[in-house]
């Protein structure tokens, strides 16, 4: 009688699972749809209010027991990332307001043990900072980026998460960033004093509380997570015009340079 009950369970556990997921899957479609219309709305206004609509539509999708497991296979057009140990998601996605203006969304969701909602919201406040890399941020007053890959790495008994991200920014420069955030009560705590690197013009003047690489809008410059040799990578930037601090004018050179995690930093060598 008890394996008979323990096997009613378990189908019923599947049955609810598999219809949550069902959900799930045809929220992610739905929001697919709104989230290319973000991206390819022809007015100003089509735009602003898909992504009102999407935002949302993500909370509501976000707010059914245990979404934090579910993949959205299906939301292809925002970006959505999982924390290396699971410890949270990150959804962010841009809203284009014409004329090289950008703005970004963001949003944390916390795993939570008893598979309640714990969204934290991120506000771009992009406007307030003329030098973002020497700035103190919060999710609350943030520079704004679009992240697509996070890296794990420990210090001292803390996980530390490092965002890869980028920015259109605007018609003639985008930027590439390296963002380091950490866990306090509950809050994430974005950036820090956690980049070594030698002088050159093409870098952002040191000590930062964020890497941030300007270049040529167009040109392809790149930070990428080399998994296999534990590095960050990035193109090494040249002037097209000889003039290294007009960051118009800044391209990938083809050699590359790096970044290796050590003693709670991340260290660039000297070329």
């Known amino acids: 009688m008890l394996k008979g009950l323990l096997l009613t369970t378990i189908f019923i556990a599947t049955c609810l699972f598999s219809n949550a997921q069902s959900a799930i899957d045809s ?16 007015t100003v206004m089509e735009r602003y209010e898909a992504d009102s609509l999407f935002t949302i539509q993500l909370v509501k999708t976000l707010k059914q027991p245990f979404s934090f ?17 699971s410890a949270f998601k990150i959804f962010s996605w841009q809203l284009d307001f014409g004329e090289g203006n950008y703005k970004q969304r963001a949003a944390i969701q916390m795993n939570t043990e008893d598979g309640s909602l714990k969204l934290l919201p991120f506000f771009d406040k992009s406007e307030l900072y003329e030098e973002p890399a020497h700035e103190q941020m919060s999710r609350k007053n943030w520079m704004g980026a679009i992240y697509y890959d996070i890296v794990l790495t420990q210090f001292n008994g803390i996980n530390y998460y490092t965002l890869l991200g980028f920015d259109e920014y605007n018609t003639t420069i985008s930027k590439k960033i390296m963002e380091v955030i950490h866990f306090e009560n509950n809050e994430p705590v974005i950036g820090g ?38 590095r960050i990578i990035l193109s090494e930037l040249t002037s097209i015009s000889n003039d290294l601090k007009n960051k118009s004018t800044l391209v990938p050179s083809g050699n590359e340079v790096y970044f290796i995690w050590y003693n709670g930093k991340w260290v660039m060598p000297n070329k």
């Open 69 to 85: 497991q579910y993949h959205f296979d299906s939301l292809l057009a925002i970006k959505h990332l999982v924390a290396p140990d």
């Open 193 to 230: 004093d956690y980049f070594l690197f030698p002088n050159d013009d093409t870098f952002p003047n040191a000590p930062v509380e964020r890497f941030i690489y300007s270049y040529k809008k167009g040109s392809n410059g790149y930070i990428r997570y080399d998994k296999d040799n534990q």
């Open 27 to 42: 929220a992610g479609i739905t929001l697919q749809k709104i989230a290319v219309q973000i991206q390819e709305g022809a």
